[in-house]
């Protein structure tokens, strides 16, 4: 049997209870904490993927890369002010745009 932290998860998923590889409490590790931060602080690598352009109800929906997001644009129009996290995100937004036309 599995043993419980207090908080009702097992002992060694538990991010309060569970001892890291110094025998100390992972929490508590100035080690493992130091760590995770600058993990945390490294800069994103920006994304080089292309993804093809689509149309959808009129209007183009494109990846920008330095962005790393998703806008759409009506025929002879300048691009969305907002980025989206998908195409699938930004083929919504066309639809409210056009619903609220």
Not at 69 to 89: E, I, K, Q, T, V
């Amino acid at each position: 049997m599995t043993e419980l932290c207090i908080h009702g998860f097992r002992t060694e998923e538990c991010a309060s209870c569970r001892t890291c590889p110094h025998g100390l409490n992972a929490a508590r590790c100035g080690r493992c904490v130091t760590a995770a931060r600058a993990v945390s602080r490294r800069p994103q690598a920006v994304s080089t993927t292309t993804y093809p352009s689509e149309q959808h109800a009129g209007f183009e929906i494109f990846y920008v890369p330095a962005v790393s997001g998703w806008h759409y644009r009506g025929a002879d129009a300048a691009p969305s002010p907002l980025s989206y996290r998908s195409a699938f995100l930004a083929r919504k937004a066309v639809d409210e745009l056009a619903a609220s036309a």
